[in-house]
């Protein structure tokens, strides 16, 4: 099956700086999903884009779902220790369809 | 509250002894799904459910099988385990995938990290 294509694979990041990490794909997706996975545990939505265009919010995190619909984007501003984890990208062609996901990106956090 | 808990957590296996990682839901979702998580690869998905005693192959299907008898519950069967399928895997479940609301997230179970020696 396909897969999106996340970068970067990993971040080494000091606190307080902000973050970048985009998602593309060659084929359209109508829905766009951002998730967060602490060590140990599953992932944990985070933000869900459902227009091209759409820029979402939620606290200190900020997605958007590039209007050529192959491709979102998600920035985390001012990060702090607590933000560490792999973070995944998803996508959906339809509603019904399976989510298609990203490889992942790798944020670590120097305090 | 809302779970979805799978077990074992940790299992360490040997080539070909059947093994089941028990997956169970209680929020009354009708979508439940297992994915596979190896480095670089993101989540791949080995077979989902619709809804009891529906199932259908996902990305990477080949050597499990799954059953869907109750909707709370969707374990994953080794037959034969291999060390190709050493790997983390997630159960998740959804209220549906025939509609994308902002309340039909997917959640996800802990995870069972599977080595097969």
């Known amino acids: 099956g396909q897969q999106l294509n996340q970068s970067p694979q990993s971040m080494f990041i000091q606190e307080g700086e902000d973050v970048s990490m985009n998602c593309t794909s060659s084929?359209?997706?109508?829905?766009w999903l951002w998730y967060k996975q602490d060590p140990g545990e599953g992932p944990v939505l985070l933000i869900a884009?459902?227009?091209?265009?759409e820029l979402t919010s939620n606290g200190r995190l900020t997605a958007q779902f590039g209007i050529t619909r192959k491709d979102s984007f998600l920035n985390i501003s001012a990060s702090i220790p607590s933000d560490v984890g792999i973070y995944f990208c998803?996508?959906?062609?339809?509603?019904?369809?399976?989510?298609?996901f990203g490889g992942g990106t790798r944020l670590m956090v120097k305090p | 509250e809302a779970q979805v808990t799978q077990n074992p957590r940790y299992l360490i296996t040997v080539t070909g002894k059947k093994l089941t990682v028990t997956c169970s839901q209680n929020?009354?979702?009708?979508?439940m799904s297992w994915y596979r998580q190896d480095p670089g690869l993101g989540l791949r998905q080995i077979y989902y459910?619709?809804?009891?005693?529906?199932?259908d192959k996902g990305d990477v299907p080949e050597g499990y099988k799954v059953s869907r008898k109750e909707k709370r519950n969707f374990p994953l069967i080794l037959e034969s385990p291999s060390p190709n399928q050493t790997s983390l895997y997630f159960c998740?479940?959804?209220?549906?995938?025939?509609?994308?609301?902002?309340?039909?997230?997917?959640?996800f179970g802990a995870g069972t990290r599977l080595s097969v020696l």
């Open positions: 998740a479940s959804s209220l549906s995938l025939t509609y994308v609301l902002a309340k039909n997230i997917q959640y």
């Open positions: 084929s359209i997706f109508n829905t």
């Open positions: 884009l459902y227009k091209a265009g």
């Open positions: 998803a996508g959906q062609k339809n509603a019904g369809n399976m989510l298609t």
């Open positions: 929020m009354n979702h009708e979508y």
């Open positions: 459910s619709m809804n009891v005693e529906v199932t």
